[in-house]
Protein backbone atom coordinates (compact mmCIF):
# COMPACT_ATOMS: atom_id res chain seq x y z
CA UNK A 1 0.00 0.00 0.00
CA UNK A 2 1.62 3.27 -0.86
CA UNK A 3 1.10 6.90 0.80
CA UNK A 4 -0.58 8.92 -2.05
CA UNK A 5 1.71 11.40 -2.71
CA UNK A 6 -0.08 11.74 -6.36
CA UNK A 7 -1.53 14.87 -6.49
CA UNK A 8 -0.91 17.03 -9.73
CA UNK A 9 2.69 15.56 -10.70
CA UNK A 10 1.19 15.24 -13.83
CA UNK A 11 -0.71 13.58 -16.88
CA UNK A 12 1.00 9.89 -15.41
CA UNK A 13 1.04 10.34 -12.37
CA UNK A 14 -1.01 7.60 -10.54
CA UNK A 15 -4.04 8.78 -9.17
CA UNK A 16 -4.96 8.06 -5.42
CA UNK A 17 -8.53 6.52 -3.92
CA UNK A 18 -8.41 7.68 -0.05
CA UNK A 19 -10.51 4.45 1.75
CA UNK A 20 -11.99 5.77 5.10
CA UNK A 21 -13.20 2.56 6.63
CA UNK A 22 -13.06 1.06 10.09
CA UNK A 23 -13.61 -2.27 9.61
CA UNK A 24 -9.86 -3.56 8.31
CA UNK A 25 -11.29 -6.34 6.48
CA UNK A 26 -13.73 -4.35 4.02
CA UNK A 27 -11.34 -1.22 4.09
CA UNK A 28 -8.40 -4.07 3.17
CA UNK A 29 -10.27 -5.77 0.54
CA UNK A 30 -11.33 -2.23 -1.35
CA UNK A 31 -7.61 -1.48 -1.00
CA UNK A 32 -6.84 -4.69 -3.02
CA UNK A 33 -9.78 -4.42 -5.14
CA UNK A 34 -8.97 -1.27 -6.25
CA UNK A 35 -5.11 -1.63 -6.39
CA UNK A 36 -5.62 -4.96 -8.94
CA UNK A 37 -9.10 -3.78 -11.02
CA UNK A 38 -7.78 -0.10 -11.89
CA UNK A 39 -4.62 2.00 -12.49
CA UNK A 40 -4.95 3.92 -9.18
CA UNK A 41 -3.25 3.37 -5.90
CA UNK A 42 -5.62 3.07 -3.09
CA UNK A 43 -5.03 4.15 0.83
CA UNK A 44 -6.62 3.18 3.68
CA UNK A 45 -7.43 4.98 7.18
CA UNK A 46 -8.92 2.91 10.15
CA UNK A 47 -10.60 6.40 11.35
CA UNK A 48 -11.45 9.67 10.91
CA UNK A 49 -8.77 11.34 13.33
CA UNK A 50 -6.28 8.87 11.57
CA UNK A 51 -7.26 10.41 7.98
CA UNK A 52 -7.03 13.54 8.86
CA UNK A 53 -3.75 13.10 9.72
CA UNK A 54 -2.67 11.46 6.84
CA UNK A 55 -4.37 13.91 4.54
CA UNK A 56 -1.30 16.19 6.01
CA UNK A 57 0.57 14.06 3.40
CA UNK A 58 -1.31 12.13 0.79
CA UNK A 59 -3.30 13.82 -1.59
CA UNK A 60 -6.03 11.91 -2.74
CA UNK A 61 -7.70 12.32 -6.18
CA UNK A 62 -11.48 10.50 -4.77
CA UNK A 63 -12.39 9.76 -1.51
CA UNK A 64 -14.23 6.40 -0.18
CA UNK A 65 -15.72 7.60 3.44
CA UNK A 66 -17.72 4.80 5.58
CA UNK A 67 -20.16 6.81 7.32
CA UNK A 68 -20.62 4.42 10.64
CA UNK A 69 -16.88 5.77 11.75
CA UNK A 70 -16.18 5.14 15.53
CA UNK A 71 -14.74 8.76 16.35
CA UNK A 72 -16.81 10.93 13.96
CA UNK A 73 -19.68 9.64 11.46
CA UNK A 74 -18.39 9.83 7.69
CA UNK A 75 -20.60 12.91 7.27
CA UNK A 76 -18.87 14.71 10.37
CA UNK A 77 -15.75 13.84 8.43
CA UNK A 78 -17.06 15.15 5.23
CA UNK A 79 -17.88 18.59 6.67
CA UNK A 80 -14.76 18.89 8.23
CA UNK A 81 -12.90 18.40 5.13
CA UNK A 82 -15.37 20.13 2.83
CA UNK A 83 -14.35 22.98 5.04
CA UNK A 84 -10.69 23.18 3.78
CA UNK A 85 -10.17 24.78 0.57
CA UNK A 86 -7.87 22.43 -0.82
CA UNK A 87 -10.28 19.72 -0.45
CA UNK A 88 -13.63 21.19 -0.89
CA UNK A 89 -14.00 19.88 -4.39
CA UNK A 90 -12.62 16.52 -3.81
CA UNK A 91 -15.17 13.84 -5.12
CA UNK A 92 -16.62 11.80 -2.11
CA UNK A 93 -18.31 8.17 -2.12
CA UNK A 94 -20.53 7.36 0.89
CA UNK A 95 -20.82 3.71 1.98
CA UNK A 96 -23.14 2.31 4.40
CA UNK A 97 -25.40 -0.36 6.10
CA UNK A 98 -27.75 2.50 7.04
CA UNK A 99 -28.75 4.18 3.80
CA UNK A 100 -32.13 4.72 4.35
CA UNK A 101 -31.04 6.96 8.72
CA UNK A 102 -28.54 8.83 6.89
CA UNK A 103 -30.09 9.48 2.95
CA UNK A 104 -31.75 12.91 3.65
CA UNK A 105 -28.25 14.00 5.20
CA UNK A 106 -26.30 12.29 2.57
CA UNK A 107 -28.29 14.34 -0.58
CA UNK A 108 -28.25 17.22 1.07
CA UNK A 109 -24.43 17.46 1.03
CA UNK A 110 -25.25 16.09 -2.94
CA UNK A 111 -23.17 13.17 -2.18
CA UNK A 112 -23.02 9.79 -3.89
CA UNK A 113 -24.06 6.63 -1.47
CA UNK A 114 -23.76 2.88 -1.71
CA UNK A 115 -25.39 0.54 0.18
CA UNK A 116 -23.35 -2.30 1.96
CA UNK A 117 -22.85 -4.77 1.02
CA UNK A 118 -22.59 -3.92 -2.82
CA UNK A 119 -21.09 -5.69 -5.63
CA UNK A 120 -17.37 -4.53 -6.02
CA UNK A 121 -18.02 -4.40 -9.85
CA UNK A 122 -20.58 -1.52 -8.90
CA UNK A 123 -17.93 0.19 -6.17
CA UNK A 124 -15.43 0.26 -9.53
CA UNK A 125 -18.25 2.21 -12.22
CA UNK A 126 -18.95 4.61 -8.53
CA UNK A 127 -14.99 5.51 -8.67
CA UNK A 128 -14.90 5.51 -12.40
CA UNK A 129 -17.89 8.13 -12.27
CA UNK A 130 -16.14 10.50 -9.49
CA UNK A 131 -12.64 10.07 -11.37
CA UNK A 132 -14.82 11.71 -14.58
CA UNK A 133 -16.49 14.65 -12.61
CA UNK A 134 -15.81 17.83 -14.21
Do not use: C, W
Not at 43 to 71: E, H, N, S
Not at 101 to 119: C, D, G, S, Y
Request: charged share 25%; glycine share 4%.
Amino acid sequence: MDTGNSAHKGPTAVKTVFIVEDDEAIGTLLVQVIEQETSYQAVLAPDGFQALKMLRTVKPDVLILDYGLPDMNGLEFYDTIHAVKSLKHLPVLIISAETARIQKEVKARHLPQLQKPFELTILLEAIERLFSRP
